[in-house]
């Protein structure tokens, strides 16, 4: 199975690739979901922008060069591309907009702070705030320094109206209010702590919107590596159960090989009936009443049911799973029967009673009580059933039958 794992990216022939997890995903932090891969396109931007700060906070040769062949009277927001720039600055301005939704001006003086553009009065700018009064402004790229001096300099290319002479006189009014000094204006980055521009700081806000409950607790897991990885595949549905062999084309029985219905990464950690036997027997254990369906389900039930054992949920959830996938592959691949379902949890047990060697002191001492109680009952449940010959599961009742299809 280790030849199947290393091949999970892709598989195809000459022609066609048949993706079972996309790149984005997989390019994801390890917190969100993903394997911790960088994002090429996403990390170059911050780079580029790292420039861009550069060039607003620091004041070197380059910088004099800069700002005296492209920038001359302009700004960073106002300065426009042309065809004669060279690859670098092209470059530089196409990551502009990206630069300007995390820089921010702190208004001193307000000489280096754009009236209409920069946020600098309200939480955004005015141009966002008010986009009538910005449109018929005759002089967008004014400086707040030349507004506070005289509010007759802007001009507008048409008569104002109440409602826009109401949202002017509102603007000039908490102009005249603002808190003004000598000093010269800073530039500071909302993303990075203390206000400072880190190549971090972006790709993390670029990558803002990626989300995932379950993943970090999956990485920081004590387990061993390869089920770390085991966990994060079946929680993108992505391990190779039937259902994602015949996506990738691949021909034969899509039904479990615990029971006859199609086999999927949900339907065999825990809708089958073979692990429902499994879950219910580790129920029983901390008196639940119910069974998780899914893996997603499985932390919450794992929090309702042993809310004091959170360092632990990770642990037990990767045995169970791990040992059902095990004991699946050794029915399709050494066509081992599995005599009893409970002898999966005795297997579980051993799993977690081994991996209890990486806590210390009480944390080591609840983890292997634990297991030996689950242990207990497992065994008691497993010497009172007997053994048939070829039996791989035990029968599901008609509502569940009904339920499964």
Known sequence: MDKIHRTFFWQGGTKKKYHLIKWTKICKSKKKGGLGIKSIRKMNISLLCKWLWKLETDNGIWQQIIKYKYLKNDSIYTVKHRQTYSAIWSDLLKVRDIYLQGRNMNVENGQKTLFWKDKWLYNNSLEVLFPDLFDMCLQKNISVDKVKQNHNVVTFNRWLVDKWRIDWSKILHDVSMFCFSMRDDKVSWKFGKKGVFSVKSLYNALTLNESGRYYKQVW???????????????????????????????KGDPTCYFCPHPETVNHLLFQCSTAKVIWSTIAI?????????????????????????KKFHTTGIAAICWVIWKARNKICFENKVILNPISIICHACALMSYWAGLYEGMDKEAREDGVTTMLRIATDLLNKRSRKEGCLLLKDTEEDQQNED
């Open 285 to 309: 254990c901390f008196g639940a009443t119910n069974v998780p369906k899914t893996l997603e389900q499985c932390w919450v039930w794992c929090e309702s049911w042993i809310p004091t054992g």
């Open 220 to 250: 920081k897991g004590k387990i061993p590596e390869k089920i770390k990885n085991f966990l994060w595949l079946a929680l993108n549905n992505a391990i190779l159960t039937k259902d994602n062999m015949i996506k990738r084309k691949c």
